[in-house]
């Protein structure tokens, strides 16, 4: 008398999308913050094979750390600093 019932769980990992959106907002603000995070949430993305979010939110965090004056200090790389006629631009 008992039917037997088939039971469909769909699970959406949303890694991928918080990768990009990190690393995007980690390109202009709070790049400390951020680029790390849209880092780990990009290795998690390829490794739950959301290949294309995944890799973007990799490399915009990678932007977001060669951009970032803070992160460039704690790995110690100098920035770019240009000096013309005693301006510091």
């Not at 990190?22 to 490794?47: D, E, K, M, Q, Y």
């Not at 200090?73 to 920035?79: D, E, F, G, H, Y």
Request: overall charge neutral; cysteine-free; aromatic content about 12%.
């Amino acid at each position: 008398m008992d039917k037997d019932r088939i039971i469909i769980k769909e699970t959406v990992q949303h890694y991928g999308t918080m990768s990009v959106i990190f690393g995007f907002v980690g390109i202009f603000i709070l790049s400390p913050l951020f680029s790390p995070l849209a880092f780990i949430f990009g290795i998690l993305a390829i490794t739950k094979q959301e290949y294309l979010a995944g890799l973007l939110g990799v490399f915009f965090s990678i932007i977001g750390v060669l951009t970032s004056p803070i992160l460039m200090a704690l790995i110690n790389m100098p920035t770019i600093t240009y000096i013309q006629h005693g301006v510091l631009l």
